[in-house]
């Protein structure tokens, strides 16, 4: 007797398994959710179900007239898949149908996975020999999931083997061919750099649960200078209803913005009302809606990031002592009173000088927030330099752990953003220099906030990264500007794998001999990367490359 397909196993709804990466593949796999796109693990693997693309062209089915053989792309067929035609409880397990596609995937986004059986208590994938991991049950004798590809550096040819089990039993394995054929890593996939708005720079990415793409940035409307949000779809699109300005009818310029797991934005901004500069912290909880007031700094008080890790939000920045600066955090969570805090790095107690700490920017690791940036003071000798330095707020306690980098390659260094992933590794960019400070862009790694393993010197061309994010895959991927002759630039994404001697890739972009500068970053659900800057004629200016 042929076993018809339930309706399920043709109009799947989402569903996730754990995560897996395979060996010589490091970037395939399957797991539950989107990617974090601020704190992502080095795996470069998910999986969650959407509704396989059943009978479409580049699809692998095991049709019911035929359910043991399988058909790929433009036809070709494997052997025929083990199967039973009996209703016997004690028979072996056996996969008898099975949909995988789109083969090739051509752009970024799922390969649908879906498995009916019989006889079969779970279904475990691999993919290219990896580890095995067990697809969900979505109704009777059918399972689901999903394969994502996060970059093209694994285009080619690979296998995702399926195996039905109960008990101690297991069916023959399926062995089912699929291809990845993404556009080349730092490819364009999409630019805009135009007057529609005017003048101005895109401060902040972010990418909402929803998918859409948040644009925050300051323009120049009747050349005054505002805060504006843009929404656009995930290949860059926006429209009549897009765009709002933060804010109405006050100076206002962006500093910083994120995005919670509700898809609430938090954007932090300065404006000038009643005649006093101060920053501000916003909540918006749906798209064009009034922002509600969260916090608001006291005049001298600068925020330069922002951070959030789902419940609390934290604005970094400096308060101003006497004759120097503290580093300083504003903490707040839902229904309750913001918390400042403020620390001074104090390297013995008979020294008799003040440090002046900047951070740069922060984020959260576990239940601690670190922050980068450049510390400056007298930490050898006669002469006052800067110091990268990384400070670990263990934030239960509120104690504080230094990290302030001697000299090399130069006297002087400063970090100017950080990225932290699902393991704990954080890296920052900025720059070194000597006394006489030219500064020449380098990235650093930290396997934890107290200890450095790696330190990288740009090309002399490429800026000082200007924002820095991990991707899925693996690497790490910066916003910056490549610098010409005669006071020209070009707008600069470059990916960097972890202890690297060299870019993984490099994505370039320039409109005319103008300026043209990377200032955001922001990483998709399936590994898309956008970016915001400026570009020639000092327009804001959005980039969607291919990973």
Known sequence: MKRRASPSLLGITVFGVAACTAPGLDHIGTHGDPPDTSTTSAT?????????????????????????????????????ASSTTTDDPLAPPAIVEHELGPSPLQQAGPIDVAIGTVHADGVRMQIDGGPPVEL??????????????????????????????????????LAVPFTVALPPPGSELFWEGDSAIGKGTVVALAVT??????????YYPQGQARCYLRRRDLGGAWGPGDLVELKPGLPCSAIDLTVDEDGALHVLADKIENGELRW??????????????????????????????????AVCGTKPKTMHLDAAVWIFVPNATGKSLSYDYLPGIDLPVRFSETPRDC???????????????????????????????DLAAETPSWLVAGKGPGSQSEAKTISIDGEGRIITGGHSCGDTCEPQGELRLFSNPSEQIWQRALDPSVSPPRAIAWHPAGYAVFASA?????????????????????????????????????????????????AGGTTAGGYPAIAVVAP
């Not at 501000?280 to 608001?296: C, H, Q, R, S, Y």
């Not at 576990?366 to 330095?389: I, K, P, W, Y």
């Not at 994404?493 to 202890?499: D, G, K, M, S, V």
């Open 44 to 80: 470069g693997v998910a999986s969650e179900a959407a509704p396989p693309t059943t009978g479409e062209p580049g699809t692998s089915t095991t049709t019911e007239d035929d359910p043991g053989v399988t058909t790929i792309g433009s036809g070709a067929t494997s052997e025929p």
């Open 136 to 173: 969900p049950l979505v109704g009777v004798d059918d399972f689901a999931g999903e394969i994502v590809v996060y970059t093209a550096l694994d285009n080619g040819d690979h296998t995702a083997t399926f195996v039905a089990w109960r008990d101690d039993l297991e069916s023959e394995p």
């Open 209 to 218: 649960p929803t998918h859409d793409l948040i644009e925050l940035g300051t």
């Open 280 to 313: 501000w912290l916003g909540k918006i909880d749906a798209w064009a809606a009034e922002p509600a007031n969260v916090g608001t700094g006291a005049v001298g008080d600068v925020a330069r990031a922002l951070a959030t890790d789902n419940t609390h939000v």
């Open 363 to 393: 984020r959260f690791l576990g239940d601690h927030l670190v922050l980068s940036g450049g510390m400056l003071g007298l930490h050898e000798g006669n002469d006052a330099q800067t110091r990268h330095f990384v400070l670990d707020i």
């Open 482 to 530: 490549r610098n010409n002759a005669q006071n020209t630039s070009v707008f600069l994404i470059q990916a960097w794998f972890p202890l690297g001697g060299a870019p993984a890739w490099t994505y370039e972009h320039q409109d005319g001999p103008a300026i043209h500068t990377a200032t955001a970053i922001a990483i998709g659900p399936y590994g898309q990367i956008y």
